[in-house]
Each structure stands twice: as C-alpha cells, then as structure tokens.
C-alpha cells in the first residue's frame, strides 16, 4: 500500500491557483465530508416531500460550499495555506468519522472537553476502523494536496481576486437565504442542531471559539470571607467525615432504584439511603457539568470564563476549617481542586483493581485510611464510572451479569442491547462500588459522623434517536443526557447529631432537583455558615431542625 500511495503521488503534478484550490477542496469537503448533515438535512426539509422542499435541500447544499469556500480563501495566503489545508482535512475527516458513528455534533464545549481529557480517554476511543477512516480521508488526501503546486500572480493582484471572489460567494449565499428566507427561519429554528453538523465549518467556529475563551486570564477571586463553622458543627462530639462521590456517565434510568427493569443496584437497595429520581445536570460532559455543580453560579449563570475566576464549594468548605481531598480516577477536576489536596489514584498501579489500560474505581478506597485527617473532613472521589464508549474496561470480568456485553468501541457493530449489556454491568459495577464506599464508611463510625452524597456529572446516549455518548448543546440534548443519579447515605449518629427528619427528606423526595442544589446542600449538611449559602436550595434545609 506504501509503494502505491508512493507511486500515485508521484504522478500528481498539477498546478492551481489559489482560488481554484479553494473551491476544488471546498467541493470536496461538502461532497465528501457531510454525510450526516446531509443526512439530517434531508429528514429535516423532505418532510413531506415536494418541489420546494427539494429546491430547499438543493438550496442548502450549496450554501454549505458556499460558506465553506469564503472561510478556506480566508486563509489562501502563500505559506500558510497548505498548512491550513491538512489541519482542515484532518480535522474533518475525525469530525466526519465521530459523527457518522456516533451521532455526536461538534461545538465549543466539545472541544473544551477534549482539550481537557487525558490520553486514556482519547486511546478509549481509538479503533482500527478509526484510523482507517482518518488515513484515506485525512492523511492520504493531504499528501496528495502537498504535491499540488499553487501558483500565485503579484501581491495585489492576488488580493484583488480574493476580494472579488469572497464577495460573489458571499453575494450568492446572501442571495440563497434571501431566496428562500421563511424556509430558513424555521429549518433554524427546529433544527439548531443540524447547523452544528456543517463539516468543517462546525469544528473551525467551535476551534476559534474555545481558544478565544481560553486565553482569558483570569484571577481567581473569593466568593466569600465568612465561611465558619454554625453552633451545630462547633458542638459535636466527633469531627465529620463526609464523601462525596461524583459519578461519571451515569444516566438515572439506568439505576435499578429508580425503577429500571434490571435491578442494576442490588447492594444499593438495601442501604438505607434517600434517593432523588428527578435531578438535572448543568451540561452534558465532564468539562462543564463538573466545574458547575461545584459553583455558587447555578446553571442559568454559569460559565466556563465565571467559574474560574471566583473560587468554589471545596474553597468554602476549606475556609470554614474542613481538610479536603480529592482523589481522581477520571481525567481531573476540571479546576475545581486547584486550591486543596488532590490525589491521582491512576499512578497507584495496585494489581488487584488495575488491568492493562487503566484502574476500575476501587482503588479511589485504596490505602484512604491513611489520608485521614484528625478534625473535620470532606473527601471526594471522582470515578471513572461509565465513560464509555469502551463501557467493558470500566469493569473488571467477574462483573460481567449481563451478556452477551459489547467488547469494542465500535457500538456500530454491536446490536443495541449488547452496548445495553455492556453499560448496565458499569452501572452495576458502580453499585458495588458505592456500597463498598458506605460499608468503609460504617467502620469509621466509631471516630467520626460519617455521609455520603453521590451525584453523577451528566448522562449518557446508547443509541436512542441514533445518537450515542454524550456531549450535545444542552438546549437539544436528549434526556438520557442531562437526568442523572443522585441519593444521600448517613450514618445514624450523623443524622441525629444533625437532626435529620428523614421521613420529611422521602417526601420531598420526588420532587424536581438540578446540580445547582449541590453547593447549598453540602454547606448546610457540613454546617457551614457563610452569605453565599441560599437555604432555598438546600434540599435538606427544611428536614433538619438545627
């Protein structure tokens, strides 16, 4: 196959001009690159089917090269443009790929995501079938486009038909919305989602928007000076020793506690904990779920530029004389661990919970006893979960209940309920898990008022709508993606130390919650007093009488 790539690129010998470069790869990339936006496209308009809505599709298309044309001879500059190119067909040969097999579409918190993950993660998701796809469409067509000489005329020539030529393209596509405005109007509307599908132009506008909102330096500023301790945390006769356990990728219909047909939470299920059905997530991956439900911002004002320039819960609960840790068996805290103790149990390398690839999430219990501290204490541990799409490495093989389970990142070439399996041993897996975590926490109960809390960061698709994973814009993301697990486990001296009405914490029970309850059910289940404490959203505020 080398020898042949060789030769083949030894018989290009073409010569364009830049401007013919552009609109010869613009073609190619709409052509080649769009199956699922045309795809989508065409579900979308052909319903019901008729000549307007043919010329809309028709209308849309060429929109697509249009645009795509303009942003390529932006950049049709000598030196830079054959640079640009390969980033380009790389770029979309990746983007097309997750897209045709996922079902995933690209935008800023995407890229913010994959930016902040680790190479277990990224090597997760790598395949053969992968690596085929993003040689012949990326590597192979980039060689190819590096044999290609352009010819450029003088400087201000040059200039003059980039001008003119951006401007036709831009007239036309002015023209085709124009055209066919109403049309245009409601497709945006209904189908926000299709526009984030435009290859490459979705990953180059959610690219250029990541790094500008990156390279904002920001000071971190507190968000109070008042964190204490109330009269009740002062007065009890043990320290606190609370966990709180930050799922990953767990979606709540899947929890057999909620009503799901398999009773995927059989240890779970004879704790006694207080469990909440209803529970939103701020977004729907790590990137940002994870740095929302630790701010005081709440969902409507969060921001990824807001949250990391004021500090958060764990700065709070540090303040009011708590000693904080954080494990991790994930990718990282996303920056909200910055300023306490952070631990990476992924470097423990313990035989008995690791294989090959990575640790499953019981080594976040390994050696913790000699991370305790002699007052007050909040530990939290940031699981691994069920990120997938590799769900059969999150487990180890005597937790393989359901079978046949999907054994490849490839879902594609699994039936549905073999990625089901699959997911739903994570699930269980996570169970054994947390009931370890509660029974850890029953032999320290002699030293310390133990809790827990366990709230996972967002949910995940298995092939519902032909979608898969996670990460939509949250305004269209499925349910499966945003409604996530969330329940609470004390002790019994801890609840009435604390004085904790749990019958009036099961009635209220069903009742709806988000991921912005966290920060003020946290400060006021620690007792901790402080101005950014909102009693109203303390879950638990009105079922403890101290």
């Not at 007239?171 to 049309?183: A, N, Q, T, V």
């Not at 994930?330 to 423990?348: A, I, L, M, P």
Request: proline residues 3%; aromatic residues 12%; charged residues 15%.
């Amino acid at each position: 196959m080398n020898r042949q790539l060789h030769r083949l690129l030894e018989k290009i010998n073409i010569e364009l001009g830049s401007m013919r470069l552009s609109l010869f790869v613009s073609l190619i990339l709409a052509i080649f690159y769009n199956v699922s936006f045309f795809n989508a496209a065409f579900e979308a308009v052909i319903d019901p089917i008729g000549v307007r809505s043919v010329i809309f599709f028709i209308n849309i298309a060429v929109l697509l090269l249009l645009l795509t044309f303009i942003v390529i001879s932006l950049c049709s500059f000598p030196y830079i443009f054959k640079p640009f190119l390969v980033v380009i067909l790389i770029g979309a040969a990746c983007t097309n790929y997750f897209m045709n097999e996922y079902g995933i579409v690209i935008h800023r918190l995407m890229i913010q995501n994959l930016f902040e993950t680790d190479v277990s993660e990224i090597t997760s998701l790598v395949n053969a079938y992968m690596l085929i796809h993003i040689l012949l469409m990326g590597i192979v067509p980039s060689l190819m486009l590096l044999k290609i000489k352009i010819t450029y005329t003088s400087p201000a020539k040059e200039i003059w038909i980039k001008i003119k030529c951006i401007s036709i393209a831009f007239i036309l596509s002015i023209g085709l919305i124009l055209s066919m405005s109403m049309d245009y109007a409601s497709f945006f509307r209904k189908h926000k989602d299709i526009r984030q599908m435009a290859n490459p132009l979705n990953f180059i506008y959610a690219g250029i928007s990541y790094l500008l909102d990156s390279n904002q330096v920001t000071e971190v500023k507190p968000i109070e000076n008042d964190a204490v301790k109330n009269a009740t945390g002062k007065n009890q006769t043990k320290p606190v020793l609370f966990i709180l356990v930050v799922g990953e990728t767990a979606r709540a219909d899947h929890f057999g506690f909620n009503g799901y047909q398999r009773n995927t939470t059989p240890l779970l299920s004879n704790q006694n904990i207080v469990n909440f059905p209803d529970v939103n997530s701020c977004g729907t991956e790590t990137a940002v779920s994870v740095p929302c439900m630790f701010s005081s911002l709440g969902q409507n004002h969060y921001s990824g530029r807001k949250a990391k320039s004021q500090e958060g819960l764990l700065d709070v609960i540090s303040h009011a004389g708590f000693n904080v840790l954080w494990r991790d068996n994930n990718s990282s805290c996303k920056g909200v661990c910055d300023r306490v103790t952070y631990e990476n149990v992924q470097h423990f390398s313990v035989p008995e919970f690791c294989n090959d690839r990575e640790c499953f999430d019981e080594i976040l219990l390994h050696n913790l006893d000699h991370s305790l501290s002699a007052g007050d204490m909040l530990i939290v541990l940031h699981q691994k979960g069920s990120h997938g799409p590799d769900y059969f490495n999150r487990y180890p093989e005597n937790m393989n209940h359901y079978l046949p389970a999907c054994k490849t990142n490839l879902l594609q070439n699994c039936s549905t309920q073999e990625v089901i399996n699959a997911y739903d041993n994570t699930i269980r897996y996570t169970d054994y898990f947390l009931n370890k975590t509660i029974e850890w926490l029953k032999t320290k109960s002699d030293t310390y008022n133990t809790a827990m809390i366990y709230l996972s960061d967002h949910g995940e698709s298995l092939g519902e709508h032909h979608i898969f994973l996670h990460g939509m814009p949250y305004s269209i993301a499925p349910k499966e993606q945003k409604t996530v697990p969330f329940f609470m486990w004390f002790s019994p001296e801890y609840e009435i130390t604390n004085d904790i009405n749990r019958q009036c914490l099961m009635r209220i029970s069903d009742q709806h919650y988000s991921h912005d309850n966290l920060f003020h059910t946290l400060l006021g289940l620690l007792n901790i007093q402080t101005k950014v404490y909102n009693s109203n959203l303390d879950i638990t505020h009105k079922c403890r009488n101290n």
